[in-house]
């Protein structure tokens, strides 16, 4: 059974996401400070945290930060704010999603099934050969989910390492950006495409030598992106 951590201020809501994701099956944990969230999600083995971004103590911001650079387990961010600019930050650091309240509480439940599926089928695997993709000095190994550049290896999140897989498996074909979505995040994209464009820049900063003449993902003005090859 799938434990998720909520960190979230508002007791209803955070009551009501407990009670849906439990008659889902989930065992869920609470916390409505983000320094004691923080501290039971640092110290403790969650499958999915859940975080608000406006929190007394540590934000969820730092919250996502701080998380990411111990685990690669699923986060969900959710915040009543709608700018673009806090999808932005979030899923830069490191965030797997973006809800925006108010929000239907089974599509909740459909966001955390959804990651925690492709999650734990990433970590069930026993594929026995390792799976590697080699063009032009970028490696990426798909059995071990680890990314090379010239030898040297490169941190991926676990969704920026799902995109760019995706896209080297289908060179030079052009996927809108609702397309890698679906795709990606097993999700529709319900017009908010602001995931796909951080993801592909965080990958960009990673595998490019340089950002602006990009080798491997190319931009299709109006349309998507393309893998080059």
Request: glycine share 6%; charged share 35%; net charge negative.
């Amino acid at each position: 059974m799938s434990k998720v951590l909520i960190i979230e201020d508002e007791v209803a809501i955070a009551d009501l996401e407990k009670d849906y994701l439990e008659l889902s099956g989930f065992t869920v944990e609470i916390e409505n400070d983000g320094n004691k969230g923080l501290a039971r999600a640092l110290s403790e083995e969650f499958d999915m945290y859940i975080l608000d971004l406006m929190l007394p103590g540590v934000d969820g911001f730092e919250i996502c930060k701080r998380i990411r650079e111990a685990k690669n387990t699923p986060i969900l961010m959710v915040s009543a704010k709608k700018d673009d600019i806090d999808k932005i930050r979030g899923l830069g650091l490191g965030a797997d999603d973006y809800i925006t309240k108010p929000f239907s509480p089974s599509e909740l439940v459909a966001r955390v099934k959804a990651h925690l599926s492709r999650y734990e089928r990433l970590i069930n695997s026993n594929v026995q050969d390792n799976d590697i993709i080699e063009i032009r000095g970028l490696k990426i190994d798909k059995t071990a989910r680890r990314v090379w550049v010239n030898d040297e290896e490169k941190q991926f999140t676990t969704k920026e390492f799902d995109l760019l897989a995706f896209l080297a498996q289908h060179p030079n074909r052009v996927f809108t950006k609702e397309e890698l979505f679906s795709k990606i995040w097993a999700l529709e994209s319900v017009g908010d495409i602001a995931t796909v464009t951080v993801h592909i820049k965080k990958i960009r900063e990673k595998i490019e030598y340089n950002t602006a003449k990009p080798r491997y993902i190319e931009t299709i003005w109006g349309v998507g992106y393309r893998f080059k090859v």
